[in-house]
């Protein structure tokens, strides 16, 4: 059998809650919430290491690739940076969401049905964007190789996921799923999760050199995420290409 990153039970499971994606106190809450932290992130590591030309657009003229990107809730701010954005996602109910906003945002954003290991381009890209997917795909070692192959040589590879830890499951299972109703029951699976050594091992494996590691927190009192040296749960990494 041919070896592929999509699993069709996670696709059907975010497919069915496709209309939730632009609603901030939907099925898809927690990541409204953790957008502006991601946004702040990858905007800072960015313009850090290619520079800021233009500071209104401060990702002017950068190709960044958005993988697994949903109803393009990065996607869109991204390319409100100034960054030529293209988006997949194995969704076809997902992608049809965000080319249905682009009517109505004008925004340039290249939007495409398809996995990283069908995507059919030339192109290798400044950036590329792999947040809050790689607990969801079917094979995270294809996954990882796949994606580093559209990636240009020094270009940065962001990767955010949940650590496989005690405390991850009860906070991001338990806690997020059952108690808090912040996401519909089912949504992640504990065995999916990925520690950081695994994920940085994986990254050597395909010329990826770590550049940086961060922990992200959610302050119930400032109901917003944060950056932490606390990586148990959340966690973010920035990778180099060789």
């Keep these: ?61 950068l190709n960044i690739l958005d993988i697994g990107c949903g109803g393009g809730l990065l996607s869109e701010p991204i390319s409100r940076l100034g960054a030529n954005v293209t988006a997949i996602d194995p969704s076809d109910k997902n992608i049809n969401i965000a080319k ?55 270009g940065i590879m962001f990767i955010a996921t949940i650590n496989k830890t005690l405390k991850s499951y009860i906070m991001a299972i338990v806690g997020a799923e059952y108690i808090l109703r912040w996401l519909p029951i089912g949504t992640h699976d504990w065995n999916q999760f990925v520690e950081p050594d695994k994920l940085i091992d994986l990254g050597k494996k395909n010329s990826l050199h770590l550049n940086k590691i961060d922990g992200v927190k959610f302050n119930p009192i400032q109901n917003k995420f944060k950056l932490s040296d606390d990586k148990s749960v959340n966690y973010i990494a920035e990778f180099y290409k060789n």
């Design 1 to 61: 059998m041919k070896r592929t990153t999509i699993k069709n039970t996670e696709i059907e499971k975010f497919s069915k809650i496709a209309e939730e994606w632009w609603k901030p106190d939907g099925k898809f809450k927690p990541l409204h919430k953790f957008n502006p932290i991601r946004i702040k992130y990858i905007r800072d590591s960015i313009t850090k290491k290619f520079g800021v030309k233009d500071t209104n657009k401060p990702l002017k003229k």
């Design 100 to 154: 249905a906003r682009l009517l109505k945002t004008k925004l340039k954003i290249k939007y495409f049905h398809t996995s990283p290991e069908k995507f059919k381009t030339n192109k290798k890209f400044d950036v590329i964007l792999n947040m809050e997917v790689v607990e969801h795909v079917n094979d995270i070692e294809l996954f990882i190789s796949q994606t580093t192959k559209l990636l240009k040589k020094n």
